[in-house]
């Protein structure tokens, strides 16, 4: 429907959240990035959820090597301890709202909030100085492995995501990937998964906006040993739950 002349910036996520957390194939940005110079047009990485440290490095454009033109960020600027959100431009688009005169004329109520930023400084010189990059990068194999032993499950069509964000995708059929009915998803997700995740100690995400999936994305403070507890509660979670569901 739409060609170059009509759209002026595309907006993507580094591993997409809404879904599961799908990513993009190998070299697939630098080709995104090629399109958009060809035509103009401008990237803009939506970093709400990959930067600061989810991915193990501070945007996820970076684990990604690409460059956009606008960053959006918000929510683990300050970790949640504090609303902000803000966006990050190249000095090209920054730069006609630069001198004397000129200003960007958009007034937000809690724009540029003191409390907020002051939280956010606060929290990114705390990454800094706890390396908790360095804690994501240097452990998330271990936690990869661990994704890896439940994607051998029954239930698990497969497991996706980087850094500490990863998904596990429930499957009625491993094989054929076949997924579960609406309210299929509803017994077993909110009836029985949440419940007994959280009973065995582990506060996770289980949705079904599209196929059913886990999510789990740690503190970034976590090490190995509470990776171990997250990586294994979920492989006998889901074949209890599974036992339980074909039992039924
Ligand atoms: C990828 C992504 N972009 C944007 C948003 C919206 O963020 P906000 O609620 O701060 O407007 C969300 C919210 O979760 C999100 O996950």
């Known amino acids: 429907m739409e060609g170059?002349?009509?759209?002026?910036?595309?907006?993507?996520?580094?591993?997409?959240?809404?879904?599961?957390?799908?990513?993009?194939?190998?070299g697939y940005w630098q080709r995104?990035?090629?399109?958009?110079?060809?035509?103009?047009?401008?990237?803009?990485?939506?970093?709400?959820?990959?930067?600061?440290?989810?991915?193990?490095?501070?945007?996820?454009?970076?684990?990604?090597?690409y460059q956009p033109n606008m960053i959006v960020f918000t929510k683990s600027v300050t970790s949640g301890y504090a609303p902000l959100g803000g966006i990050i431009v190249s000095d090209r688009l920054a730069a006609p709202f630069l001198g004397d005169s000129r200003t960007f004329l958009h007034g937000l109520t809690f724009e540029g909030h003191p409390v907020s930023c002051a939280v956010a400084s606060a929290n990114v010189e705390l990454m800094e100085r706890e390396d908790l990059l360095g804690n994501v990068r240097h452990i998330e194999s271990v936690f990869a492995e661990f994704m890896a032993r439940s994607g051998e499950l029954r239930i698990v069509g497969q497991v996706s995501g980087y850094g500490y964000f990863r998904i596990a995708e429930l499957v009625k059929d491993k094989h054929t990937k076949t997924t579960f009915t609406d309210e299929e998803c509803a017994r077993m997700l909110r009836g029985a998964l949440s419940?007994?995740?959280?009973?065995?100690?582990?506060?996770?995400?289980?949705?079904?906006?599209?196929?059913?999936?886990?999510?789990?994305?740690?503190?970034?403070t976590c090490g190995a040993d509470e990776l171990n507890f997250i990586g294994d509660t979920p492989v006998e979670v889901f074949t209890d739950v599974w036992n339980d569901v074909q039992s039924k």
């Open 4 to 26: 170059p002349d009509t759209v002026a910036r595309a907006i993507l996520e580094p591993v997409q959240n809404t879904d599961g957390a799908l990513a993009a194939r190998l």
């Open 32 to 65: 995104f990035r090629e399109i958009c110079d060809r035509y103009g047009v401008l990237l803009v990485s939506d970093e709400v959820i990959c930067a600061f440290g989810r991915l193990g490095d501070w945007f996820g454009c970076d684990r990604f090597g």
């Open 195 to 220: 419940p007994a995740l959280y009973k065995a100690g582990l506060f996770c995400c289980a949705g079904d906006r599209a196929d059913p999936v886990v999510v789990l994305s740690p503190p970034l």
